[in-house]
């Protein structure tokens, strides 16, 4: 199984702002998308944003569109996600996870390898 590392979460006032890092590991060629979710305490865990790994598409999920931006730097095998005007609400572990086909609907069944996660924590 592959193992995805996320880096970057932290503490953060309501509307800042917050870059999460998703490493990939290296010599894994079958992997065609890279999306973030994250999971608050006591709800299910829920799409952010995925990516292709040629860059092109991207999906978001409506909460964030406007507001957060995923992106990949092939050449360093990693995945990012600028999240701006963060809120409250959006207090979570966030994770990013490798999918090996690019699905017209995200399901996390679709998604087989994941990282640890990353707390992100938005204080009001």
């Known amino acids: 199984q592959v193992q995805l590392v996320e880096s970057g979460g932290g503490l953060v006032q309501a509307g800042g702002s917050l870059r999460l890092s998703c490493a990939v590991p290296?010599?894994?060629?079958?992997?065609?998308?890279v999306g973030w979710f994250r999971q608050a305490p006591g709800k299910e865990r829920e799409f952010v944003a995925r990516?292709?790994?040629?860059?092109?598409?991207?999906d978001y999920a409506d909460s964030v569109k406007g507001r957060f931006t995923i992106s990949r730097d092939s050449a360093k095998n990693m995945v990012y996600l600028q999240m701006n005007s963060l809120k409250p609400e959006e207090t979570a572990v966030y994770y990013c996870?490798?999918?090996?086909?690019?699905?017209?609907?995200?399901?996390?069944?679709?998604?087989?390898?994941w990282g640890q996660g990353t707390q992100v924590t938005v204080s009001s």
């Open positions: 996870a490798a999918a090996r086909y690019w699905t017209i609907q995200v399901a996390l069944r679709d998604f087989g390898s």
């Open positions: 290296g010599r894994t060629f079958s992997i065609i998308a």
């Open positions: 990516v292709s790994c040629s860059g092109s598409p991207t």
